[in-house]
C-alpha cells in the first residue's frame, strides 16, 4: 500500500468528530489517504457490548475505507489483520487472508440497507450528511458484531443469502436451472453422485451450461429444458461430476470451506468421504476428461425456512497424475498414483478453486420483471414481422413469454431499420427468420419459430404450427390479412387479437376476442367509426412522405419511440385481456396526449362526434 501525505477534507473531519464520545469504538490511526486504492482509511477498535464468543472476541480492530467523495461514495470494514476478526458470518465476504492489503483482511462486512443496492439514498435509511454518516455506519458494524455473538445475523423470515464461496476463476460461470419445483425432481433418482453433462455456448466459451444429469453408468437421470438458441447452438459437450449432500458444505459460523483440509472435514460432517469418492472416479479414469465437481444442496428463501430448491456449486479439481503412467521411483499402480495425487497435489492446505455458479431458471430470471402467466404460459403466433411486430415481440420475449412463432414473408429493407428491432446484419433477409434468430438469444429459455411466407401458409408443418397456437396476435394492420384470419380453419378456440397503429402513429387499436375463429365483423365494426374519424385527420393533415425517387409512393410515417410507446400499451392491454377469463372480448383505443404542447402520455381515446 503506497502512502501519500494529504490533508483530510473538511467533511471526514466531521465525520472524525462526530466518533467523540461513542462507547465502543476507539480510532487506531487517523485519517490516511491511499494512493493506490484511491480512498482514505480509518482505523478502529471496536468493543460491543456484548459477552466475548469463540468467534467474537471482546474487541477487534477494523480498517475502514471511504471514498475520496465521502460522505457520498461507499464506506467499507474489513477485519485488521492484526487482532482482527478472522471467522466467517452472515453478510460477510469470505474472510482470507488479504495477501495484497496486508494490513486486513477479505471479510468485508455488510451494512447497508437492502435498498441501498438501488443507488437512490432517498429511498434509503442512511444518513449523507457528513458529521452523521461515519458514525452511522460505526453504530451499525457494533450492532453487526452484537448480533454475531448471539448468532442472530440470519434471523428467520429474512431472505437467504449462500456462504461467500471464494471464486477461483473469476471468467468463467456454470449455469444450472433449478426452479422452486425442481426440489422434487431429486426426490426420485437413488444415485447421490455421477456425471454432469455441460455444454458450451458458442459465443462464449466461459460460460458451461448444465443439459443433463446421468448416473454413473452414463443413464440419464434429468434433462434440463433450455431455449432454442442453447439447444441448437452448443460447440461442445463435457462431462463433469456432480454429487448431491443433504446441506450446504460450511464451517462454523457461515465460512465456505477454503482449503481441501476444510472441504474434508465439511463433508466429513456430513458423512461423506470425498477421498474415497474421487478415488473411485479417479481409477476408472474419469477424471481426464473434465476437471470439474458440482456439489448440489437444497436452499431455501428464507432463512430457517422451508427448503425449496437445488443449488449447484462448481469446483474445480486441479490436474491429478495419472493413473496409469508411473510415479517418479514407482512402478505404473493406480493405487500409488492416487497416493501421490492425495499427499501432493490435493494436499491438504492447497486452496480450492472454486467456479462462479449461478442458477438459470425461468423463475430466477425474470425475478425483474415478468408479465403474468397468463400470457407467459401460452403458445404464441405473431402474424406480421414489421415495426410494430417486431416490438410487440421483444416486449413479449423479454416480459417471460418463452413459445412464439413470427409469420411474415417480406424481407427487411434498409429503410426499415429507423424504427424496427433489426439491424444492420439483417437487411435482405426474411423478418421472420431474422426475428427469431434475434429473440431466441433474449434469454436461456426462449423458443422463438418463423413461418416465413404469407398467411396462411401452404405448407402443412406450417398450418400445425399456427394451429398449436393458443394466442394468435395480427401485428400486420391488413384488412387481407384479418379476411384470411376469418376464413382460415383454426381447429379449436383461441385468444385472437389485432394491433394497429392509426395515422403517423398518434393512435393505437387493441382488439382482442375469445372464439374459434377470428370475428373479422365484430373487428370492422368497433374499428369502423374509428377510420372515418382517422381519413378525415388525414385529409386536413400533411402529405404522406414518399421513399426513395420516381412514382409516387407513400410510406407509414411513425417514428420508432412511437411505435414502442403505442406498442407497449397494447401489450399491457393483452396482457389484462388474458388474465380476465371472464371477459369474452376487447377493444381499446389509445392515443398520444398533450398538455400545452408538452407531451403528457397516452390515454384512452374519445371518438369525436361527426359533425
Not at 411486430?389 to 426499415?416: F, K, W, Y
Not at 416465413?452 to 394492420?477: H, N, Q
Request: charged letters at 25%; one cysteine or more.
Amino acid at each position: 500500500m503506497k502512502l501519500i501525505v494529504r490533508s483530510p477534507t473538511t467533511e471526514l473531519l466531521a465525520a472524525r468528530r462526530s466518533l467523540e464520545g461513542l462507547k465502543g469504538a476507539l480510532i487506531l490511526e487517523d485519517w490516511c489517504w491511499d494512493e493506490g486504492r484511491k480512498n482514505w482509511t480509518l482505523r478502529l477498535r471496536l468493543t460491543p457490548d456484548s459477552q466475548p464468543t469463540e468467534h467474537v472476541p471482546a474487541s477487534t480492530d477494523w480498517v475502514v475505507c471511504v471514498d475520496e467523495i465521502y460522505p457520498w461514495g461507499n464506506i467499507t470494514f474489513y477485519p485488521a489483520a492484526q487482532n482482527g476478526l478472522t471467522s466467517t458470518f452472515p453478510h460477510q465476504s469470505c474472510n482470507l487472508e488479504d495477501r495484497v492489503a496486508t494490513d486486513r483482511r477479505k471479510g468485508k462486512l455488510c451494512l447497508d440497507t437492502p435498498l441501498r443496492s438501488f443507488k437512490r439514498h432517498q429511498l434509503d435509511d442512511e444518513t449523507f450528511a457528513a458529521d452523521d454518516r461515519l458514525r452511522w455506519h460505526i453504530e451499525r458494524a457494533l450492532n453487526w458484531l452484537v448480533l454475531a455473538s448471539q448468532d442472530e445475523l440470519s434471523p428467520a423470515g429474512e431472505v437467504f443469502e449462500l456462504p461467500d464461496f471464494p471464486i477461483g476463476l473469476p471468467d468463467t460461470t456454470v449455469a444450472f436451472a433449478e426452479a422452486l419445483e425442481s426440489l422434487d425432481r431429486w426426490k426420485e433418482p437413488s444415485s447421490a453422485t455421477g456425471f454432469v453433462e455441460v455444454i458450451r455456448y458458442r459465443s462464449r466459451p466461459d460460460v458451461f451450461v448444465v443439459s443433463r444429469y446421468l448416473t454413473i453408468e452414463k443413464e440419464t437421470l434429468i434433462q434440463n429444458a433450455w431455449g432454442a438458441e442453447l439447444r441448437r447452438h452448443a460447440v461442445s459437450k463435457k462431462h463433469a461430476l456432480w454429487l448431491m449432500l443433504p446441506e450446504i458444505p460450511i464451517l462454523p459460523p457461515w465460512q465456505a470451506p477454503r482449503t481441501w483440509r476444510e472441504l474434508r472435514n465439511a463433508l466429513q460432517q456430513q458423512d461423506f468421504d470425498l477421498d474415497s469418492y474421487l478415488e473411485l472416479v479417479f481409477r476408472r479414469g474419469i477424471l481426464d476428461e473434465w476437471r470439474l465437481l458440482l456439489m448440489g444442496f437444497p436452499i431455501p428463501s428464507e432463512w430457517q425456512g422451508t427448503l425449496e430448491r437445488y443449488w449447484w456449486q462448481a469446483l474445480r479439481i486441479p490436474a491429478l497424475h495419472p493413473p496409469t503412467k508411473p510415479v517418479p521411483g514407482f512402478r505404473p499402480d493406480a493405487k500409488t498414483a492416487w497416493r501421490y495425487n492425495q499427499t501432493r497435489i490435493l494436499k491438504n492446505d492447497s486452496p480450492l478453486v472454486w467456479v462462479r455458479s449461478e442458477n438459470w431458471s425461468a423463475d430466477q430470471l425474470a425475478s425483474r420483471g415478468t408479465m403474468e402467466s397468463a400470457i407467459t404460459s401460452k403458445r404464441i403466433v405473431l402474424i406480421g414481422g414489421g415495426a410494430v411486430g417486431s416490438a410487440v415481440a421483444e416486449m413479449l420475449m423479454r416480459g417471460g413469454c418463452q413459445g412464439l412463432t413470427v409469420v411474415d414473408p417480406d424481407r427487411l429493407r434498409t429503410g426499415n431499420l429507423v424504427r424496427h428491432t433489426l439491424t444492420l446484419d439483417d437487411v435482405e433477409e426474411n423478418k421472420g427468420t431474422a426475428l427469431a434468430r434475434r429473440l431466441n438469444k433474449v434469454g436461456p429459455h426462449t423458443s422463438v419459430d418463423y413461418v416465413d411466407s404469407s398467411f396462411p401458409p401452404g405448407d402443412i408443418s406450417a398450418i400445425s404450427k399456427i394451429r398449436s397456437a393458443e394466442v394468435v396476435i395480427d401485428c400486420t394492420g391488413s384488412d387481407e390479412v384479418i379476411e384470411e384470419m376469418a376464413r382460415f380453419d383454426w381447429r379449436h378456440q383461441k385468444v385472437f387479437c389485432s394491433i394497429a397503429l392509426g395515422a403517423r402513429g398518434r393512435r393505437v387499436f387493441v382488439f382482442g376476442q375469445r372464439a374459434v375463429s377470428f370475428p373479422a365483423d365484430d373487428f370492422r365494426s368497433s374499428i369502423a367509426p374509428w377510420l372515418v374519424q382517422e381519413r378525415q385527420e388525414v385529409a386536413t393533415g400533411q402529405e404522406f412522405p414518399r421513399e426513395g425517387i420516381g412514382c409516387w409512393h407513400p410510406v407509414f410515417p411513425a417514428r420508432t419511440d412511437d411505435i414502442w410507446l403505442l406498442s407497449a400499451a397494447a401489450v399491457k392491454l393483452l396482457e389484462r385481456f388474458l388474465n380476465e377469463d371472464g371477459v369474452p372480448s376487447l377493444f381499446a383505443v389509445y392515443e398520444q396526449v398533450e398538455d400545452h404542447g408538452t407531451f403528457a402520455g397516452v390515454a384512452p381515446a374519445t371518438l369525436e362526434k361527426a359533425s
